[in-house]
């Protein structure tokens, strides 16, 4: 198994509507073959401070998803509402 970790800054004023054009998109990512679970959470103190954290059953579950329609729509849903690059970590379950 493993953890993608994805760390989004978005643009002030944009967090409501990103997060509610991401709730279809992770309904249709939690569907894909291989996601044990998909997850988008906003920070408490900072609205415009997001983490998406999936689980995948293995790499090459995840890499179908990387290019899986449901995420070529997502990145262009979001390119606009981020105020930086992503940056994104694939975890290993150590225990």
């Known amino acids: 198994m493993i953890v ?3 760390k989004l800054t978005l643009k002030p004023g944009h967090n409501t509507v990103f997060m509610d054009g991401w709730a279809d ?3 249709e990512y939690r ?3 291989g996601c ?3 997850e988008v959470v906003q920070v408490v103190n900072n609205a415009n401070l997001c983490y998406m954290v999936s689980k ?3 790499e ?3 890499e179908r998803h990387l290019a899986s329609p449901p995420y070529q729509k997502a990145y262009t849903y979001s390119i606009g509402f981020l105020a930086k690059v ?3 970590d694939r975890c ?3 225990i």
């Open 86 to 88: 992503p940056e994104i």
């Open 25 to 27: 998109l992770v309904a």
């Open 92 to 94: 290993v379950v150590a």
């Open 36 to 38: 044990i679970s998909y």
């Open 4 to 6: 993608v970790i994805g």
């Open 56 to 58: 995948w059953n293995s």
């Open 60 to 62: 090459e579950d995840y």
């Open 31 to 33: 569907k894909e073959s």
